[in-house]
């Protein structure tokens, strides 16, 4: 388990991961190499999160898309249901973990009930700072101030609004990471980095680097402590990483996320 999960949605991604994502390799032949652009341990690491991202995102969507039909079922029959459609294998809905942590995923994303009103603003109230970019927040003004609730693990993927899922954000950045899991998106959404914030209007790469940020962290991969979303981002926030980047040259993703797990 990659770390200690909070919500139900954490718990059928990880479940997926432990069965199917954790077991996948990615054969390296020898005639040709990618290290030039990627080590084998991050390109691993990358292919095991997407499989199970992949695998999590379609059988969730298909499940909340069926909610009214096959909501009512049995967790065993309920799984059957979307095998029988395609949406997973034979082997996922026969393990009955399975079934009842994605049964219970889409009924939380299929009713997304957001935090009362005591709860959000206990949450609002609890730290000064964004946990993502760091700035100071604010009742009202800009967006990138305005103090918002974050899902740590997002209401749409089975994150229940709970304690333990909801931490302080701005506006802008809840906005922008909208439904970012694990850093594994990052790669796909651009392999290329400008440091200058300014010069750098894809703010989903910075947010898929702080996602891994907080991921290594959760993990426990510096420290030996595994821990919820939640406790590794308030240990650690702003995740936004701070990589010094003197030569000016442009990275592609995979670099930068090497220099920021060595930075820890
Ligand atoms: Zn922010």
Redesign the pocket.
Known sequence: MLWRPATYGEQAFLHIYESIGRHLSVQHPSDSSLDFLVNERSFQEFARLHATIEVFIRCMRAAVFLQNEIGHLPAPEHGRQLAKRDYVSLRLASDRRFCELIKRTARISFEARAASSPLAKEIKEATAG?Y????ALTKAGPP?SRSTVEHLWPLSLGGESIEENLIA??Q??NTKRENSITWAWGPVQSTDYRHDPTKNANVQLRISLAMAKLMLEASGESTGRRSTLKEAALRISPLFPNLIIKDGRHRVYFELFDEMRKAG
């Open positions: 964004c993502l970019c760091g700035i990138h954000a701005c802008d950045c």
